[in-house]
């Protein structure tokens, strides 16, 4: 207990003379050399770090103080220190520590409906920390450098947190750009020189030792382990060792690279809802991976923005602090990942204005309500999530907790947070769209960016091919009166239901394509389960199995790929059934589970005629998989107006996928 009350508030860069943008990392190093180097200096800064400036006199501003805030260790934090700790969590009561699964000791918020909006003030406050250590850094540049007035100051009141789009255009090329991990960087200094100093970008060296909780993650039978409570700072993809030289940057790369075309399609479902969805349940489907609303036909599904995000934890972290969410706080490239989140999130709030997560959610003529099944340091088990509920420990300049309702949208209407993002095909969030038109033609826009455009796929793809695939006429229920269906084309997805709990740890299911005659063998998509270790008594009981979350997800399959496999099995010549087509499909699929470092759990082959796996072999029911399916959808454009976007409809379930059984390659599938 606190024997004072202390909160440090969270408003963002007030006091800054206006609202500016959240730049791109590449864009502030390359065309904002004042910025980006304040900017280096005050992460520095706030990291604590012997040769950086000491310039932070807020505790509850430090690196080490924010990074501790999303997971371990499970402490008060320093920003919001309270003298009533009834509800907080305590590694002395069982109340906290015997439930199976656990309750979680850390404050951030997943699985759940508040989870874009409990992100938002937490990027902000990083934003807050750097840029208010810039501006005292500018001031003393200014004040011992006449000649660089009016620059520095200036350059600091426009500095804002930098994002970087994972699912960029350029990053199945080129992966992460250098400033991310290369340990030193070049900024500006006064007179126009250049200066190199450390990059606090590429990892952080923890103040004050390792905190006492953090513990190891040991894989038994690889000997594989992350050395968590001996790690002295922050790896990515680190050999198994106490003492690593450093990250290896080129799995890294090569793992993201190889990941980063299935980020761009999830992105781009992910503004494919369409405009007559029920409000709660679409937030909900797009808020979290575990979807917690109930309903009869689940297998509809975009996937979610949190379910984007663990795949981009995963693919960073490797055996490191990054694919581990009770560590991944302390790696810098965090805030970056999810200033990008907190820039999706705010393009499609932009674009669906009328969905939100409101106070439940209906089915079957009942009310239910959104919950933390978890609970946090401050929520507790299964405590209920209302849009004007706190997000603990964050608190505004009022004293009272920031709410989800404060955190919605970027324009002038909304709560003062003094950022936005630069402008992206169309769309400034500042500034609130002025008809339903407008969303619509902008949403349209984003999905082809991010390469959804089935109008112009359906045009490119062999007709003769796809002309056994079934369509509903127009008039069918499922498609809008002003719609038409799209001949013989279809939409094409893997519906994943996975265990959070399966491996006691962060996993993944990964879509990988056999190969063909017309394609080589490709990963096609991810699902990760983003997960703690659940250290209840209960270390293996079936009861965790059925306690735990099921985190959804769907893998879009590229309309190219789909192509192939129908060429290659008959290329749609006539007596080509959809059905055969479906089976083809599935046949030239493989399955596998695998943890965080790619070593894999488990395995299966796709099809209807592939051998049953053995008996004594088959993954338990512990770990496999809840559901693994081939789905589709018609997509129905506009009679009138080809810029709005296209309406999916006639969603069809197309059953499972890998009906042989999950072989175990592991002894943890055992």
């Not at 979680?104 to 807050?128: D, K, S």
């Not at 038994?220 to 382990?225: A, E, F, K, M």
């Not at 051998?611 to 993954?619: F, N, S």
């Amino acid at each position: 207990m606190s024997s004072v009350e202390y909160h440090y508030p969270v408003i963002g860069r007030k006091g800054t003379g206006g609202i500016f943008d959240r730049l791109p990392i590449q864009t502030l190093e390359k065309d904002h050399p004042y910025q980006f180097a304040l900017f280096i200096l005050a992460f520095n800064a706030i990291q604590q770090r012997s040769d950086a400036p000491q310039a932070v006199e807020e505790p509850a501003a430090t690196f080490m103080e924010i990074a501790s805030i999303h997971g371990r260790p499970y402490v008060e934090w320093a920003g919001d220190r309270n003298k009533d700790i009834s509800a907080d969590y305590s590694a002395n009561d069982k109340k906290d520590t015997n439930p199976v699964p656990s309750r979680f000791g850390g404050y951030c918020n997943h699985g759940a409906v508040v989870f874009p909006t409990w992100h938002r003030p937490y990027v902000m406050l990083i934003e807050q920390s750097i840029g208010n250590i810039a501006e005292k850094l500018a001031q003393d540049i200014e004040a011992s450098n006449p000649d660089e007035h009016g620059v520095w100051i200036k350059a600091a009141k426009e500095l804002r947190f930098p994002y970087w789009d994972w699912a960029g255009k350029d990053v199945p090329e080129n992966g992460l750009p250098p400033v991310l991990y290369e340990e030193k960087v070049e900024i500006m200094a006064v007179g126009g020189k250049k200066q190199i100093v450390h990059n606090p970008l590429s990892y952080f060296s923890y103040v004050g030792g390792v905190p006492s909780d953090f513990s190891d993650e040991k894989d038994d039978s690889t000997g594989q382990v992350a050395y968590f409570s001996k790690w002295q700072r922050t790896y990515r993809y680190a050999s198994s060792t106490p003492d690593p030289e450093g990250s290896h940057t080129d799995l890294l790369q090569k793992t993201f690279k190889a990941g980063a075309n299935d980020l761009r399609r999830r992105v781009a479902q992910l503004f494919t809802f369409n405009d007559d969805e029920n409000s709660a349940i679409a937030w909900d489907d797009f808020s979290n991976h575990t979807a917690e609303s109930k309903r009869d036909i689940d297998f509809i599904n975009r996937g979610s923005l949190e379910g984007v995000h663990d795949t981009v934890h995963i693919l960073l972290g490797g055996n490191g602090q990054m694919a581990y969410p009770d560590y991944a706080g302390f790696d810098p490239i965090f805030f970056l990942h999810h200033s990008n989140v907190d820039r999706l999130f705010a393009l499609w709030e932009w674009c669906y204005t009328e969905y939100w997560m409101g106070s439940g959610y209906e089915q079957d003529g009942e009310q239910y309500p959104w919950t933390q099944a978890r609970g946090t340091y401050a929520q507790v088990y299964n405590e209920q999530l209302l849009p004007d509920g706190a997000l603990q420990p964050f608190r505004t300049e009022q004293r009272d907790y920031w709410s989800s309702s404060q955190t919605r949208f970027l324009h002038e209407k909304s709560y003062p947070k003094y950022y936005s993002f630069p402008e992206f095909e169309g769309i400034k969030v500042d500034q609130a769209a002025v008809s339903s038109q407008e969303r619509a033609s902008a949403r349209k826009r984003v999905q082809a960016y991010y390469d959804f455009d089935p109008q112009t796929k359906a045009k490119q793809v062999t007709s003769q091919a796809w002309k056994h695939l079934p369509v509903p006429n127009k008039d069918d229920p499922a498609v809008p009166s002003d719609h038409t269906v799209i001949p013989h084309y279809r939409t094409f997805g893997v519906h994943v239901k996975l265990l959070e709990h399966a491996y006691n740890r962060s996993y993944s299911f990964q879509l990988h394509h056999k190969g063909n005659a017309h394609s080589s063998p490709q990963l096609v998509g991810t699902i990760a389960v983003f997960a703690r270790p659940d250290h209840s008594p209960c270390k293996a009981c079936a009861v965790r199995r059925e306690a735990g979350s099921i985190v959804r997800g769907l893998i879009p399959i590229p309309p190219e790929l789909i192509e192939s496999i129908i060429r290659s099995n008959g290329g749609g010549e006539s007596g080509v059934s959809f059905d055969q087509t479906l089976d083809h499909i599935k046949g030239e699929f493989v399955g596998r589970l695998v943890d965080a470092t790619g070593s894999e759990l488990a395995g299966a082959e796709g099809g209807l005629e592939v051998t049953q796996v053995p008996q004594h072999r088959v993954a338990s029911r512990r770990v496999t998989p809840v559901e693994i399916s081939l789905v589709s959808a018609a997509v129905a454009e506009h009679v009138e107006d080809k810029n709005r976007p296209v309406y999916l409809c006639d969603w069809q379930h197309h059953n499972s996928i890998f009906n042989g059984g999950w072989l175990a390659t592991h002894k943890d599938s055992e």
